[in-house]
């Protein structure tokens, strides 16, 4: 069973940091993409940003410049460096990652259960 764990949300105000990571679970042959994703109240899911198992990364307009993502292939885990954080960065921030269990099975999406971050003003 594969599982994807995140940590790292919190309370913090307007122009501070928050690092959030995740760590992938379980029976594991090679994960492709990872990503960042949020969902703010009344709104649809988005994209933050991506890493590709390469270390190519793709971010939102609205974060670019201000959150780095990161992913260490050894430990199967991806971080998200978030400075000069917005109240509009408010939302539930959830972890992706495209993950083949066994050479002989194309890849699925996985999600993890979601962070709350919240920034006040």
């Known amino acids: 069973q594969v599982q994807l764990v995140e940590s790292g949300g919190g309370l913090v105000q307007a122009g501070g940091s928050l690092k959030l990571s995740c760590a992938s679970t379980g029976r594991i042959f090679r994960i492709n993409a990872m990503g960042w994703y949020r969902q703010a109240p009344g709104k649809q899911r988005e994209l933050v940003a991506t890493i590709s198992s390469g270390g190519s990364t793709q971010y939102a307009d609205s974060v670019e410049g201000r959150f780095t993502i990161s992913r260490d292939n050894t430990k199967n885990t991806v971080d998200l460096q978030m400075n000069s954080l917005k109240p509009e960065d408010t939302a539930v921030y959830y972890c992706?990652?495209?993950?083949?269990?066994?050479?002989?099975?194309?890849?699925?999406?996985?999600w993890g259960q979601g962070t709350q971050v919240t920034v006040s003003s």
């Open positions: 992706n990652a495209e993950i083949k269990k066994s050479p002989l099975v194309p890849p699925l999406p996985y």
